[in-house]
């Protein structure tokens, strides 16, 4: 088992930056890509980043790229996500993931994980 706590939300105005994070507990996620994705109100929940497990791959949704960075620190069992440039459409719950293949590349599907944190929210105004 392994579970996941997301941190680092809040409201910011637009172009603030935050940095989320999400450490993992119960197992080590350093042999497993991980993602993140968010979900605003009224919509599904939609891929935003994914790094591999080495840390030297990642891939980013259009609506981030440029903004996000994605990086882990396996030795604390942690990943993150760096916003920058933050606007009102990057209101959402964020939500961190484990996907399920060991040492496998990147994955922006949410089928391909298997544990989930509880999100955190990050508000952003105009």
């Known amino acids: 088992q392994v579970q996941l706590v997301e941190s680092g939300g809040g409201l910011v105005q637009a172009g603030g930056s935050l940095r989320l994070s999400c450490a993992a507990s119960?197992?080590?996620?350093?042999?497993?890509?991980m993602g993140w994705f968010r979900q605003a109100p009224g919509k599904e929940r939609e891929f935003v980043a994914t790094?591999?497990?080495?840390?030297?791959?990642?891939y980013y949704a259009d609506s981030v790229k440029g903004r996000a960075t994605i990086s882990r620190d396996n030795a604390k069992n942690t990943v993150y996500l760096q916003m920058n440039s933050l606007k009102p459409d990057d209101t959402a719950v964020y939500y961190c993931?484990?996907?399920?293949?060991?040492?496998?590349?990147?994955?922006?599907?949410?089928?391909?994980?298997?544990?989930w944190g509880q999100g955190t929210q990050v508000t952003v105004s105009s």
């Open positions: 790094i591999n497990w080495g840390g030297g791959l990642s």
């Open positions: 993931a484990k996907a399920k293949r060991f040492q496998a590349v990147l994955f922006t599907t949410e089928g391909e994980y298997d544990y």
């Open positions: 119960g197992r080590t996620i350093s042999n497993y890509a």
